[in-house]
């Protein structure tokens, strides 16, 4: 195998005081924030519904998600719109908030290494944390999440 097929583009996503990344695979769009329309009883971490492409969008606080606190909305808050892959979302589609726009790079074994496995509570969407240079960024469990808004049961 060449070195070019052994990288892989992804997205490093800044969250309020960490960064999440992702395949780029699993991004469909970054998107202006708008204020979601809220549904009662959700989770803090269930933000509620954005109309996306004509339809309702789920948004998550990926913070409120790993217990911590929710980030306020700012100029530079966009939503990071998600494929869901394990076919549980009607939409197809997820969205989470974001802190600014996510940065490309492109990872390989020689600059991503596992930093962490715990740290978080059992339920938390998140695989682990790694270290790629001179980043501690957090991979996101996304099938987890898709499974947690699943049973928020907030899909349209």
């Not at 395949?23 to 329309?37: G, H, Y």
């Not at 939503?79 to 969205?95: D, H, P, R, S």
């Not at 991503?112 to 991979?139: Q, S």
Request: charged share 25%.
């Amino acid at each position: 195998m060449s070195a070019e097929t052994e990288e892989l583009y992804s997205l490093l996503v800044p969250l309020s005081e960490d960064r999440m990344i992702v395949p780029r695979a699993c991004v469909a769009e970054v998107v202006r924030f708008t204020t979601p329309a809220q549904a009662e009883g959700a989770h803090d971490w269930m933000l509620g519904t954005v109309n996306w492409n004509g339809r309702d969008l789920p948004v998550v606080a990926f913070e409120s998600a790993i217990g911590k606190t929710s980030p306020a909305p700012t100029g530079r808050t966009r939503i990071v719109v998600f494929y869901a892959a394990t076919g549980q979302l009607k939409t197809g589609y997820f969205g989470v908030l974001t802190q600014g726009f996510p940065q490309l790079v492109r990872v390989n074994r020689d600059v991503l290494k596992l930093e962490a496995k715990d740290g978080w509570p059992e339920d938390a969407p998140i695989l682990c944390r790694v270290r790629m240079i001179n980043e501690f960024p957090l991979i996101p469990d996304l099938e987890k999440l898709e499974s947690m808004l699943a049973r928020e049961s907030l899909q349209a």
